[in-house]
């Protein structure tokens, strides 16, 4: 019987991937991915997903919380321009 291989902790990496980019990236960052996650969540969705793994289980409470997301990284990433305009 083979050996079973040790665990690898990948989603630790990508969240600090992830965690690295918004830091670096700021508000676009989180735009970005609040818009990629929508996009991905939608069309789940209309393929007849309504429950997730998410925290929040039902994809139309996903859809809203990524909805709100990419309105706060645009707005945020208004206020960055504004104030390197000003």
Request: hydrophobic fraction near 70%; proline fraction near 8%; aromatic fraction near 4%.
């Given at each position: 019987m083979a050996d079973p291989q040790p665990y690898d902790?990948?989603?630790?990496?990508?969240y600090a991937?992830?965690?690295?980019?918004?830091?670096?990236?700021?508000?676009?960052?989180?735009?970005?991915f609040a818009v990629l996650g929508f996009a991905g969540y939608l069309r789940a969705r209309r393929q007849g997903l309504t429950r997730s793994k998410c925290v929040l289980r039902d994809t139309r409470l996903v859809l809203t919380y990524l909805a709100a997301l990419a309105v706060a990284g645009?707005?945020?990433v208004g206020w960055h321009v504004y104030g390197w305009l000003a």
């Open positions: 902790p990948l989603r630790l990496c990508v991937t992830i965690a690295a980019l918004a830091w670096l990236l700021g508000p676009l960052a989180v735009l970005g645009l707005a945020g």
